[in-house]
């Protein structure tokens, strides 16, 4: 059932929105995921390939439920699942076709190399982007060093690829290895140009950080570009790579918005308010970016249990309505006492669109 959440507006510069409505419509989980076999799993990042778009999953626990909701794990889980939702199919929350793997079960899309596993390793993806007639997803490869929710860590990011968008994607490896220069957790193509959207705290400066890499140049390391200054200014330098906006946790989701004639970035906030999901906004990938224009608060109860921390908030185009007037964006929740037995939720939010003097459009 949907639910109202809380929402505020601030103030991002000459142009912004409000956010006039938030309804929470509750979990993705349906159909299309008890074909698969799957539980629960978090993430949902998703580009518009050919015919729809992939929605990329991260870890996702195999199962089933039964008339009662109940959980039943079993069959393990996967660390990298993919979806198609097809742009015929209108329904929301969406049911998506995953990809499976020999036995009817959702399948793990990215594999493990050599000397990696599910026992100690995690491969979490990122953003991706459909271009050149290839899908292709950024990727981290997570090391586990302990049994707690906080007891990994990150070995380094990569890229991979399918000529089939609901396919199973190879990594990319140089004669230097896997690793590329960014991990980017949102990626907009733009003016020629992929731009992307790292999120991380580098020394004491934590925020966004951009790189941007030609469409034709993709599966090249050495040919990206790094955001070192206004104007805009790239380098291929990374040590000289400055912060595009300040105090951004956990992931963002970038997304042009044709209502409001800008990009819209969507981020969840920092453990001190664990709930909030907020807003900002510019004219062009490279900023300025405003800061926080708008926010909502998620429910504090949420597929029956009190929500502990909001994260991987990612806006979905595909389901946008009214040319943008009303955004749909999923996230992830982690719950109390509830272990792994959490999916995905999606909220419809409403904006109006301010003027330039600062007062709403009717």
């Known amino acids: 059932m949907a639910s109202m959440g809380c929402s505020t507006s601030g103030s991002g510069g000459e142009r912004s929105f409000e956010v006039v409505r938030s309804s929470f419509l509750g979990s993705v989980w349906n159909q299309g995921?008890?074909?698969?076999?799957?539980?629960?799993?978090?993430?949902?990042?998703?580009?518009?390939?050919?015919?729809?778009?992939?929605?990329?999953?991260?870890?996702?626990?195999?199962?089933?439920?039964?008339?009662?909701?109940?959980?039943?794990?079993?069959?393990?889980?996967?660390?990298?699942?993919?979806?198609?939702?097809?742009?015929?199919?209108?329904?929301?929350?969406?049911?998506?076709?995953?990809?499976?793997?020999?036995?009817?079960?959702?399948?793990?899309?990215?594999?493990?190399?050599?000397?990696?596993?599910?026992?100690?390793?995690?491969?979490?993806?990122?953003?991706?982007?459909?271009?050149?007639?290839?899908?292709?997803?950024?990727?981290?490869?997570?090391?586990?060093?302990?049994?707690?929710?906080?007891?990994?860590?990150?070995?380094?990011?990569?890229?991979?690829?399918?000529?089939?968008?609901l396919g199973f994607h190879q990594r990319i490896k140089t004669r230097k290895g896997?690793?590329?220069?960014?991990?980017?957790?949102?990626?907009?193509?733009?003016?020629?140009?992929?731009?992307?959207?790292?999120?991380?705290?580098?020394?004491?400066?934590q925020g966004m950080w951009l790189a941007r890499v030609r469409p034709g140049k993709i599966e090249n390391p050495a040919d990206y570009q790094f955001y070192s200054g206004p104007g805009p200014v790239f380098s291929s330098d990374k040590s000289t790579q400055i912060p595009l906006l300040e105090n951004i946790y956990g992931q963002v989701s970038v997304a042009w918005n044709d209502y409001l004639g800008e990009y819209v970035l969507a981020s969840s906030s920092d453990l001190f308010r664990p709930r909030e999901i907020r807003f900002h906004a510019a004219t062009e990938p490279f900023g300025p970016w405003s800061e926080v224009v708008a926010s909502i608060t998620v429910p504090g109860y949420r597929q029956g249990k009190k929500v502990k921390l909001v994260y991987c908030s990612y806006f979905h185009p595909e389901l946008f309505r009214d040319n943008g007037r009303i955004m749909n964006l999923t996230f992830s929740v982690q719950l109390e006492d509830a272990g792994f037995d959490a999916?995905?939720?999606?909220?419809?939010?409403?904006?109006?669109?301010?003027?330039?003097?600062?007062?709403?459009?009717k």
């Open 178 to 205: 896997w690793r590329f220069p960014v991990m980017p957790a949102a990626v907009v193509s733009a003016d020629g140009w992929i731009y992307l959207f790292d999120v991380e705290k580098r020394g004491d400066r």
């Open 33 to 165: 995921h008890e074909k698969a076999s799957i539980v629960s799993q978090d993430g949902g990042y998703s580009y518009p390939v050919p015919g729809g778009s992939l929605w990329w999953f991260g870890d996702t626990f195999r199962g089933s439920r039964d008339t009662t909701g109940k959980p039943h794990f079993a069959g393990g889980g996967v660390s990298c699942a993919v979806a198609f939702w097809d742009e015929k199919d209108r329904r929301v929350p969406p049911v998506l076709d995953f990809l499976l793997d020999r036995r009817g079960a959702v399948a793990q899309a990215i594999a493990f190399l050599p000397g990696e596993s599910w026992d100690r390793h995690r491969i979490w993806p990122l953003g991706g982007i459909y271009v050149n007639g290839k899908s292709y997803i950024y990727y981290s490869l997570i090391e586990i060093t302990g049994k707690g929710t906080w007891d990994f860590r990150t070995v380094g990011s990569g890229l991979a690829w399918s000529a089939e968008p």
């Open 343 to 361: 999916n995905n939720e999606i909220v419809e939010v409403e904006v109006k669109a301010r003027s330039y003097n600062g007062s709403l459009d």
